[in-house]
């Protein structure tokens, strides 16, 4: 794999993070919007409507919650190979900044302050560790 297909196999991780946060907001939205209709569920006299929309909210969110929960797991299958990935970096210190930079999704600038080196050195490390990475089946 070149330089560039390696990196993009490791943001695969932050990439799923993201989709996981989406869906997560998304059924906390169908949560609010069916908790919006419940007070209708009173003795008042309203319009009729066909009496699903409770039920239909019901199942959106259950459909919701099912796309979260595989997305968890695709989430943490992708951190599982990422991990395995970066157990083969020899340099506890690349394998440091790679961990940071594609487990924790911190930026360069943030690395190199939390590990107290200059920020290009933090360039080098990363693009070294990198180069010597070999991903064995990239999915």
Not at 27 to 34: F, G, K, M, N
Not at 35 to 61: K, S
Request: include cysteine; charged fraction near 35%.
């Amino acid at each position: 794999m070149t330089y560039a297909e390696k990196v993009a196999w490791l943001r695969r991780y932050q990439d799923s993070l993201r989709q996981e946060k989406e869906l997560a907001e998304e059924v906390e939205q169908l949560r609010a919007r069916a908790y919006r209709v419940t007070p209708a569920l009173n003795d008042m006299p309203t319009a009729q409507g066909d009496g699903q929309v409770l039920p239909r909210a019901i199942e959106q969110i259950m459909q919701a919650q099912q796309e979260l929960q595989a997305q968890i797991a695709r989430c943490d299958a992708v951190r599982r190979e990422i991990i395995a990935a970066l157990e083969q970096v020899p340099d506890p210190r690349d394998g440091e900044v790679l961990r940071r930079k594609y487990l924790l999704g911190q930026r360069y600038e943030i690395i190199a302050e939390k590990m107290r080196l200059e920020l290009r050195w933090i360039y080098r490390r990363h693009r070294r560790a990198i180069e010597k990475l070999t991903i064995e089946s990239p999915s």
